[in-house]
């Protein structure tokens, strides 16, 4: 891969966060977390030369990837994978062009940069494309937020909001010697499997994202400060929380994902 990049004259951008996971057997592990994907559909955001691609074109998958470098794209579109049949490519950046497709994946998968990873799996989430299983290589602490509870000092509106639709586990960690340019910091590979059953509503979806956003909008403010931005009345805020069953003085940290959407249903 680094003689790949000497050979095209690229150097590696740090506005779009980039960095090269070089081992094959770190590629096939990610791979794997995935479960049987030959036949399936997968959307891959990232895949700058083609390296864990190519791991899922052997194991028979349809891989559509989505990718912002002009140059990287050119070699994937021209050398790596010209004649693939089972291979397409987005040109642009994901975070715009994901959502103009009118199909949907069965798997997502992605080494996201640390830069915008979070914003990526996020609008995943609020604009519903809801694929049945993704798989991200992120900043180890970013995975760890994914997959923190209630009353810890990593959760926060990102967990819940991660935890909504997706069963998500902590699968392996990666360190920074892996990677191509070395990075500062370690990775990690989280895995997020579709529930059987929503948690919320379709309908709800809306009331329950502004909701998140105000209880988690001032950490140290209590759940009664946050949630007076969106009812201004105090008997009916005072109700509201009576009726959920959750003490005004608590802070949003240590509500469950349970706890919000029992209060969202109660106003």
């Known amino acids: 891969m680094i003689s790949v990049l000497d050979e095209h004259g690229f150097a590696m951008s740090k506005k779009f966060g980039q960095n090269f996971l070089l081992p094959l057997s770190i590629r096939e592990k990610i791979v794997s977390q995935m479960g049987t994907i030959e036949g399936r559909s997968i959307f891959e955001i990232g895949p700058g030369l083609g390296a864990i691609t190519s791991v899922m074109l052997e194991k028979g998958a349809f891989v559509r990837a989505f990718e912002i470098d002009h140059g990287f794209a050119q070699i994937l579109r021209s050398e790596a994978f010209a004649d693939e049949e089972r291979f397409s490519l987005v040109e642009g950046d994901a975070l715009k062009t994901l959502f103009k497709e009118t199909e949907r994946p069965d798997l997502i998968v992605g080494n996201l940069p640390y830069n915008v990873g979070s914003l990526i799996i996020g609008d995943i989430i609020e604009r519903g494309l809801l694929p049945e299983r993704m798989v991200f290589t992120l900043q180890k602490e ?126």
């Open 142 to 267: 970013v995975v760890e937020r994914m997959c923190a509870q209630e009353g810890g000092k990593e959760y926060s509106s990102f967990s819940v909001l991660s935890q909504l639709d997706y069963d998500v586990s902590y699968s392996f960690t990666i360190a920074r010697t892996a990677f191509y340019p070395q990075p500062n910091v370690d990775s990690a590979v989280v895995v997020m499997k579709k529930k059987a059953d929503s948690v919320i509503e379709k309908g709800e979806r809306e009331k329950f994202f502004l909701l998140l956003r105000t209880l988690f909008s001032q950490r140290r403010k209590t759940i009664k400060n946050n949630l007076g931005r969106i009812i201004q009345d105090r008997d009916q805020l005072k109700e509201v929380l009576e009726k959920a069953g959750i003490d005004e003085k608590e802070r949003a940290e240590n509500l469950s994902l349970k706890d919000i959407v029992r209060l969202m249903r109660c106003y």
